[in-house]
């Protein structure tokens, strides 16, 4: 029940591809989902979140695409670049409370040039 | 901009030492937390504490503990060191009703 899935394992795209990263989770009571990027070396940084009353959101290149019914959100990223070769984990939080994050088991995504 | 800083980016320990990780914070955050980073297995969380001096278990407490004495300072402490808790640390920290959490940069630490 507090699990959240996550998959591809690695996924590898050229430049200016699509990739797609899928999360699922058992908890209705999650109500909060973050993406975090973590490049090698430095600690995971928030790149976008979506609460459950939208079916997405996006900031810049990237989108979430939130589906209530089903338990599951995915990310999107567009045109991507090498840059955005990094580790992606998807995150579930109940808010009221402290914000523990149940996170995800982590995408490692390499965007060839 | 918030800073989350651990004491150490790399350390070797051996089995049976008492290990100190240290993090500190400078954004006056009421939650921090101590996460654990291993391959395929994602970010589990060991502890966490939302106040100066409460603590309170994670997924994986066993074999670890906690202090919180000030509020921007969250030390976890492997008691007796041992191979499987060679693995990369990451300790975060937020505020309450705010759900982003800033980590820090990683502790890796290999017990031989």
């Known amino acids: 029940q507090q699990q959240v899935k996550q998959s591809p394992q690695s996924l590898i795209v050229q430049k200016g591809g699509i990739p797609i990263i899928n999360c699922a989770y058992e908890?209705?009571?999650?109500?909060?989902f973050p993406w975090y990027q973590q490049f090698p070396g430095k600690g995971p940084a928030l790149l976008i979140a979506?609460?459950?009353?939208?079916s997405e959101k996006k900031e810049g290149r990237f989108t979430i695409s939130f589906n209530k019914s089903a338990k599951q959100f995915s990310l999107h990223i567009m045109d991507s670049q090498p840059g955005d070769s990094a580790t992606y984990f998807c995150?579930?939080?109940?808010?009221?409370?402290?914000?523990?994050?149940?996170f995800g088991t982590g995408t490692r995504l390499k965007v060839l040039a | 901009d918030v800073k989350v800083t651990q004491s150490s980016r790399y350390l070797v320990k051996r089995t049976g030492e008492k290990v100190f990780l240290e993090c500190v914070q400078d954004?006056?955050?009421?939650?921090m937390f101590w996460y654990r980073q291993d391959p395929g297995l994602g970010l589990r969380l060991i502890y966490f504490?939302?106040?100066?001096?409460?603590?309170e278990k994670g997924d994986i407490p066993e074999g670890y503990s906690v202090s919180r004495e000030k509020k921007e300072r969250f030390s976890l402490i492997l008691e007796s060191a041992s191979t499987n808790q060679t693995s990369m640390y990451l300790c975060?920290?937020?505020?309450?009703?705010?759900?982003?959490?800033?980590f820090g940069q990683g502790t890796r630490l290999t017990v031989v």
């Open positions: 975060a920290s937020s505020l309450h009703q705010v759900p982003e959490a800033f």
């Open positions: 908890n209705t009571a999650f109500d909060y």
């Open positions: 504490s939302y106040d100066v001096k409460m603590k």
């Open positions: 954004m006056d955050h009421e939650n």
């Open positions: 979506i609460r459950p009353d939208v």
């Open positions: 995150a579930a939080s109940i808010t009221s409370g402290t914000y523990k994050y149940i």
